[in-house]
Nanobody
Framework: QVQLVESGGGLVQPGGSLRLSCAPS????????MGWYRQAPGKQRELVAT???????NYADSVKGRFTISRDNAKNTVHLQMNSLKPEDTAVYYC??????????????WGQGTQVTVSS
């Protein structure tokens, strides 16, 4: 099956920045939404940011003003620019792309996850 390939994670000091990127390894049909989620140890996976093909953005309150999501529809690529990082941002970050496979059913593709660690 087609996979979403993520890159850009790593270790950064508080206040630093990272840029995550994600793209599918092949065709996954018509994508109408892209997003980033994260999961910290012992925590539920949570929404970080989403963006539609039309460019409408949505952010979790915890990252609003610090993170920016962007996309290249032609390349089916989504990015997450993370600035002013805090230790509580430490998590595995997962890329998600949503497609419509029938008139009534959406299908989500997920990346393998990339580790982001914010520590001094």
């Amino acid at each position: 099956q087609v996979q979403l390939v993520e890159s850009g994670g790593g270790l950064v000091q508080p206040g630093g920045s990272l840029r995550l990127s994600c793209a599918p390894s092949g065709s996954i049909g018509s994508i109408y939404a892209m997003g980033w989620y994260r999961q910290a140890p012992g925590k539920q996976r949570e929404l970080v940011a989403t963006i539609t093909s039309g460019g409408n953005e949505n952010y979790a309150d915890s990252v609003k003003g610090r993170f920016t999501i962007s996309r290249d529809n032609a390349k089916n690529t989504v990015h997450l620019q993370m600035n002013s990082l805090k230790p509580e941002d430490t998590a595995v970050y997962y890329c998600k792309m949503t497609t419509k496979v029938t008139r009534t059913w959406d299908y989500d593709y997920w990346g393998q996850g990339t580790q982001v660690t914010v520590s001094s």
